[in-house]
Antibody
């Protein structure tokens, strides 16, 4: 059973770079899945940040694209998020998630989520 | 960008009652790409429904999804105490942002 675990600093200074890693266990990051980052500001809803495939192909949310980099490390079975020039508005719980497709039907969804990690942007 | 709107914002019901949650899209969404998630305080979202009407593994049959085009519904036939949570709809599109979520509906105890 695939499990995801986010890790990284819980506090980042304004204008700094937020860096998080999502470790994949119980399965391979090189499987036929895309891997996503999603965030949730305190008391608010969910926002998709971007995704990566094990080949290194990425797609980003246009609202964050200029500041986001998602990368994959197949040797460590993990993928990472970097968000630059952070402000208080980037304070959120950050989740990593696995995207899956039901082959016969083409249904697409996020079926495995990490527990999330809280990142606070503050000096 | 497709915008998802959920209503009501909050639904106050008693255990045993039926809950009907709505998700409306700003333009037509393929049913294949419409999912529902449940989120409890301090927890990650959990996949409930995918393909608009298919239950995810381990999801009780009191949860059902329906709809097509721009209007989708999540129904909880009889609320159990553990069902009081926030529910999000999500769509997957062909152009970025690839995934968008609705603002959520909170189901709380009356």
């Amino acid at each position: 059973q695939v499990q995801l675990q986010e890790s990284g600093p819980g506090l980042v200074k304004p204008s700094g770079t937020l860096s998080l890693t999502c470790a994949v266990s119980g399965g391979s990051i090189s499987s036929s899945n895309w891997w996503s980052w999603v965030r949730q500001p305190p008391g608010k809803g969910l926002e998709w940040i971007g995704e990566i495939y094990h080949s290194g192909s990425t797609n980003y949310n246009p609202s964050l694209k200029s500041r986001v980099t998602i990368s994959v490390d197949k040797s460590k079975n993990q993928f990472s998020l970097k968000l630059s020039s952070v402000t208080a508005a980037d304070t959120a719980v950050y989740y990593c998630a696995r995207e899956s497709v039901d082959i016969p039907t083409g249904y697409y969804y996020m079926d495995v989520w990490g527990k999330g990690t809280t990142v606070t942007v503050s000096s | 960008e497709i915008v998802l709107t959920q209503s009501p914002g909050t639904l106050s019901l008693s255990p045993g009652e039926r809950a009907t949650l709505s998700c409306r899209a700003s333009q037509s969404v393929s049913s294949s790409y419409l999912a529902w998630y449940q989120q409890k305080p301090g927890q990650a979202p959990r996949l409930l429904i995918y393909g608009a009407s298919s239950r995810a593994t381990g999801i009780p049959d009191r949860f059902s999804g329906s709809g097509s085009g721009t209007d989708f519904t999540l129904t909880i036939s009889r609320l159990e105490p553990e069902d009081f949570a926030v529910y999000y709809c999500q769509q997957y599109g062909s152009s970025p942002p690839l995934f968008t979520f609705g603002p959520g509906t909170k189901v709380d105890i009356k």
